[in-house]
């Protein structure tokens, strides 16, 4: 059964504050996706990475993978508050044509 | 561009009754998925359809059905509705072929079972 587990599971940091969200995966895969979801609301497509080494950033945010260990990473830089949310690491399935995701990181960024 | 589109956004159900959702998806996708949010299961795959076939269904019982029309709009369909069914659902669309799956989510339909 494939595994993605995400840590923290919750996060609260200081506005301007650095931190990292880990998100593991127990098959080999080459692709790994992050999504972003706002209470109430769907999921956002935040990063798409397809093979090794891969890294991505879009503002405050940047994500890499790393196929090898099965770890990819999303890395907040300068927090603002703008960006409380909860984060979501997927994988594409054994099967095919799904994803699983991890259970989700909570995060709040406080003055 | 028009995005993924679900109707209905809220439904409230009576146990026992049966329920079906919508989704049409992104203009030119023709795969679309389906997915379970619940705040103690987290997001779980329903199932997955491309040019009308299923090509992969999650682990769910057999209440949980769906269907792709020819013009890719896809329902899905809860019958005997249990307190447990209580979710959000998430149709999410993609371009297709395998190598590139990345999905793009709808507003999803708040189903509340009593």
């Known amino acids: 059964e494939l595994k993605v587990e995400q840590n923290p599971l919750f996060l609260s940091m200081q506005e301007g504050k650095n931190y990292t969200i880990y998100c593991n995966y127990s098959t080999t895969s080459d692709r790994l996706y992050w999504y972003r979801q706002d209470p109430g609301k769907s999921l956002e497509s935040l990063f798409v990475l397809l093979s090794n080494g891969a890294v991505k950033q879009e503002g405050r945010l940047m994500a890499s993978l790393d196929t090898k260990a099965r770890l990819s990473t999303l890395h907040i830089t300068a927090a603002v508050h703008d960006l409380s949310a909860t984060y979501f690491c997927a994988v594409d399935s054994n099967s095919g044509y799904a994803l699983n995701f991890g259970k989700g990181t909570s995060l709040l960024v406080t003055p | 561009k028009a995005g993924v589109t679900q109707t209905p956004r809220y ?104």
Request: hydrophobic letters at 30%; charged letters at 15%.
């Open chain 2, 11 to 114: 439904l409230i159900k009576t146990r026992g009754q049966q329920v079906t959702l919508s989704c049409s998806p992104i203009s030119g996708h023709r795969s679309v998925s389906w997915y379970q949010q619940t705040p103690g299961q987290g997001l779980q795959f329903l199932f997955e359809y491309f040019s009308e076939t299923q090509r992969n269904k999650g682990n769910f019982p057999g209440r949980f059905s769906g269907r792709q029309f020819s013009n890719s709009r896809s329902e899905m369909n809860v019958s005997t509705l249990e307190l447990g069914d209580s979710a959000l659902y998430l149709c999410a669309s993609s371009v297709g072929p395998k190598e590139y799956t990345e999905a793009f989510f709808g507003q999803g339909t708040r189903l509340t079972v009593v």
